[in-house]
């Protein structure tokens, strides 16, 4: 049987699970596969559907997005706008409001920085006065470290 193009994903997959020094037969029972299947999986003959990846990046401990990019589901951009949002919404240390409160000035300043981007006005770093970034935020960096800091006292 020929391989598949699936990217680096089976060479990925085994790497993690080397790295959590786990044997295929235990990752294959703690991701809910068949030992075969994942074996062709590692080897790139078979091609995993995104809820067989989210079963073993859930084993694995790693996050399903990576695992969606390697297998080429993914676009890596689009893996980076989700992976902030989903490691806040499992931080057990924060209510669900300040989860909230932190994934809309995520994205507030991912929009601010690409509207400047857009219109070509964003300066390099090394360029930038001190306070500049907080300008660029539109309501600042400590107005919003301040709600943040209202919100964990609620």
Same mark, same amino acid.
């Given at each position: !049987? $020929?391989?598949?193009?699936?990217?680096?994903?089976?060479?990925?997959? &085994?790497? @993690? &699970?080397?790295?959590?020094?786990?044997?295929?037969? @235990?990752?294959?029972? #703690?991701?809910?596969?068949?030992? %075969? /299947?994942?074996? @062709?999986?590692?080897?790139?003959?078979?091609? =995993?559907? $995104?809820?067989?990846?989210?079963?073993?990046?859930?084993?694995? &401990?790693?996050?399903?997005?990576?695992? /969606?990019? @390697?297998?080429? !589901?993914? *676009? $890596?951009?689009?893996?980076?706008?989700?992976?902030? =949002? +989903?490691?806040?919404?499992?931080? %057990?240390?924060?209510?669900? &409001?300040?989860?909230?409160?932190?994934?809309?000035?995520?994205?507030?300043?991912?929009?601010?920085?690409?509207? +400047?981007?857009?219109?070509?006005? +964003? #300066? =390099? *770093?090394?360029?930038?006065? =001190?306070?500049? *970034?907080?300008? #660029? $935020?539109?309501?600042g960096t400590q107005s919003?470290?301040?709600?943040?800091?209202?919100?964990?006292?609620?």
């Amino acid at each position: !049987m $020929a391989a598949l193009k699936v990217g680096n994903l089976g060479e990925y997959l &085994r790497e @993690q &699970r080397r790295g959590a020094s786990l044997s295929l037969r @235990q990752l294959a029972e #703690a991701a809910g596969v068949s030992n %075969p /299947y994942l074996s @062709q999986i590692e080897r790139g003959l078979r091609k =995993p559907s $995104a809820e067989i990846l989210q079963q073993l990046a859930k084993a694995l &401990r790693i996050s399903a997005e990576t695992l /969606y990019v @390697q297998a080429g !589901m993914l *676009d $890596a951009r689009e893996r980076d706008e989700l992976e902030v =949002p +989903a490691a806040i919404l499992t931080d %057990p240390s924060i209510n669900e &409001r300040q989860k909230q409160v932190l994934i809309q000035i995520y994205e507030s300043f991912r929009k601010e920085n690409a509207t +400047a981007a857009d219109l070509g006005s +964003a #300066a =390099p *770093d090394s360029v930038r006065s =001190p306070g500049t *970034d907080e300008e #660029a $935020a539109g309501t600042g960096t400590q107005s919003s470290l301040g709600l943040v800091q209202e919100e964990s006292e609620k």
